[in-house]
Every structure is written in structure tokens, then in C-alpha cells.
């Protein structure tokens, strides 16, 4: 079972950049990893995912080294409405299908 | 297109008693997800369906908690006899993709209160 470790919490103000990292020193050969983001009274939401090098998308980017132990996901110019709980996972197989494990997450909190 | 549908949105019941939820994923969408989330916590899988066989309920307590999926479609969790601990959201997920990377489309949840 590959298991993610990721920041309790973050701050940022609005318009900066943030990046959140995520270890994942077990990931296995045929692991994605998969990011998703939770405002309260809601489920999870798919933002971006990937298996190695760069990734990008009209809402993040996520960058994954070489040897995959870890991995960034930027959010560029946060606003208020980013405020919320970014999930790592990384993909664990159950037979055929995937399995996806979350962590306690990261919660960022944007400001004026 | 539509998104995953679970009803009721909440429900509040007393120790002891039954509950059941239910889950409408999303058309053609062939793995289905069951996490209960209690407040201040990340989503804990309970049970991931595969159509409709049952491909994980390691982390579901079978002493209560049952689940079926009906003709690889809708679903159902349920709590028989539930306890205070239970309280939590309960979150039924799909995908589409059995595998390689996977993108899961999440339902509003289910919050339920145990007095």
C-alpha cells in the first residue's frame, strides 16, 4: 500500500502561487498519481493527475521527478475561492481496478 | 452529462436503529466507491465494486455495514445496528476507467447523525 505524506496546512494570500508536495517513497512501478480538492459539504474533485515529469491543466500543473518519491502540485494565482482540502493519491491496484486511498490531506487557506 | 446522485442528503437517526443509502453513479461508469468521512478526516474506502462484484471491503465492519450493487448499477450501504461512531458523510463514488490512471466522480454525500 502505498502511502503519501503531504503538509497538515498551508496559508497563502491571493494572486501568489502555491505549491503543495506530497512524499510517496513507495509509489509502485504501475502507480498514477492523482490529486483531488474538497470544499466542505462536498465530495472530492478531481483536479489533475500524472505519472511522471510535468503535467499541466487549465486549473494546476503537477510536477513529478524522476524517481517519482515525490510530487508538486502548483496552483498559480490562488483566489479565495481555492480555499479547501488538496488530496495526494497515488494509485493502489486491487485487482484490475484502482484504488484510491486518501490521506488527511493538506488544507490551504487563502486571505486577502 | 449528470453526475453521481446519492440520496437522502441527510439523516439523522437513534444508536440501534437501521439506515440505508443510496447511490446512482454515473451512466456506463463500471467501478463504484463507498467512503465514509468523518469530520476533520480524509475519505476511508469502505467497499469498491467492479460492475457488479466486490473487489475491496477489507475496511468495511461487516458485523454492520453491508453493501450491494444492483445489476452493476445503483448501490446500496447499510447500517444495521448503527452506533454513535457512525456519524459521518457518506460518500459514493465512479469511474469509468478499470485501469491505469483513474479520475473518480464523487456524489454530495450522505451526512448522518447518530444520537
Known amino acids: 500500500l502505498a502511502k503519501t505524506t503531504q503538509p497538515i496546512s498551508m496559508d497563502s494570500y491571493e494572486g501568489q502561487e502555491v505549491n503543495i508536495t506530497c512524499s510517496h517513497n513507495?509509489?509502485?512501478?504501475?502507480?498514477?498519481i492523482t490529486w483531488y480538492q474538497q470544499f466542505p459539504s462536498q465530495g472530492p474533485r478531481f483536479i489533475i493527475q500524472g505519472y511522471k515529469t510535468k503535467v499541466t491543466n487549465e486549473v494546476a500543473s503537477l510536477f513529478i521527478p524522476a524517481d517519482r518519491k515525490s510530487s508538486t502540485l502548483s496552483l498559480p494565482r490562488v483566489s479565495l475561492s481555492d480555499t479547501a482540502v488538496y488530496y495526494c493519491l497515488v494509485g493502489d491496484w486491487v485487482g484490475t481496478a484502482s484504488k484510491l486511498t486518501f490521506g488527511t490531506g493538506t488544507r490551504l487557506q487563502v486571505t486577502l | 452529462e449528470a453526475g453521481v446522485a446519492q440520496s437522502p442528503r441527510y439523516k439523522i437517526i437513534e444508536k440501534r436503529q437501521s439506515v440505508a443509502f443510496w447511490c446512482n453513479p454515473i451512466?456506463?461508469?463500471?467501478?463504484l466507491y463507498w467512503y465514509q468521512q468523518i469530520l476533520g478526516q480524509g475519505p476511508k474506502l469502505l467497499i469498491q465494486?467492479?460492475?457488479?462484484?466486490?473487489?475491496?471491503d477489507s475496511q468495511l465492519p461487516k458485523d454492520r455495514f453491508s453493501a450491494e450493487r444492483l445489476k452493476g448499477v445503483d448501490s446500496t450501504l447499510k447500517i444495521q445496528p448503527a452506533k454513535l461512531e457512525d456519524s459521518a458523510v457518506y460518500l459514493c463514488a465512479s469511474s469509468a476507467q478499470s485501469s491505469g490512471g483513474t479520475e473518480a466522480f464523487f456524489g454530495q454525500g450522505t451526512r448522518l447523525t447518530v444520537v
Open positions: 451512466s456506463g461508469h463500471a467501478t
Open positions: 513507495n509509489i509502485a512501478t504501475n502507480d498514477y
Open positions: 465494486f467492479q460492475n457488479n462484484g466486490v473487489v475491496d
